[in-house]
């Protein structure tokens, strides 16, 4: 009877044990997902390092761990350009947590991925329009103005593509305009001179204006 218990313990012990340190791995990634983004250090090897980390803590026993596994693996697929894994990643989560910070996410990639559709009137697409562009040129100006570059222009492209879904082109010259101004601003922070002449000639294409103008000449001065 005793060595029934002492197994027990063991094996309840060796349980705890393996939850605890997936639950400190988990944090620690979290960690350092989180300076990296913070800092601007992001790269494509250590997206790809990070991802593979979480991938396999997204099959833990733990279902905290694991859903906050799958949260980090859409938010780098998102950063990544990659929306229909993204939607993947926190639709699983979504299947098993209605957390908000998970319901968010799910609700911005379904917009994204959303068709346009032809079918509802010009009044309600309008509401959704103006919505969906104001929410999201406001998370996009808190990562500008965190110093976040590349999120802030992964981010304005994926809302190119969530409203070109929406809208026409020739009726939303104005947005597209802006936000192509704003990649141009994004790319010339992170030295990428000849990404950012192409996009300020696509928004002074769309909407010439004298701001717009103005920042083609400071980029032609780098």
């Known amino acids: 009877m005793l060595h029934k218990y002492i197994i ?12 605890n340190a ?3 791995e988990l944090e620690s990634m979290i960690d350092e997902f989180n300076h990296l983004k913070n800092n601007k250090l992001i790269e494509k090897n250590k997206l790809q390092d990070l991802k593979t980390i979480f991938e396999n803590l997204s099959y833990s026993s733990n279902h905290n761990v694991r859903i906050s ?5 859409s938010e780098i697929s998102l950063i990544e350009n990659k929306i229909n894994e993204a939607y993947d990643f926190i639709n699983e989560a979504y299947t098993t947590s209605h957390a908000d910070s998970i319901y968010k996410q799910l609700h911005v990639l379904k917009n994204l991925l959303k068709p346009r559709d032809t079918t509802n009137n010009n009044k309600i697409n309008n509401i959704e329009f103006e919505n969906i562009f104001n929410i999201g040129r406001t998370q996009i100006k808190k ?3 965190d110093k976040n ?3 802030a222009e992964n981010q304005t492209l994926a809302l190119i593509e969530m ?3 929406l809208k026409k082109t020739n009726e939303i010259k104005i947005e597209l305009a802006q936000l ?3 990649l141009a601003i994004f790319c010339s922070q992170q030295n990428k001179i000849d990404a950012a002449k192409k996009y300020i000639q696509k928004a002074i294409k769309l909407n010439s204006t004298s701001e717009s ?4 000449k400071l980029i032609n001065k780098k």
């Open 8 to 19: 027990i313990c063991i094996l309840i012990l060796f349980g705890t044990s393996c939850k």
């Open 180 to 182: 192509y101004q704003d």
């Open 163 to 165: 409203i070109s879904t």
């Open 69 to 73: 596994a799958l949260f980090y693996l």
């Open 149 to 151: 570059y590349l999120n």
């Open 213 to 216: 103008l103005e920042i083609e």
């Open 22 to 24: 997936n639950q400190i």
């Open 143 to 145: 990562m500008y103005a």
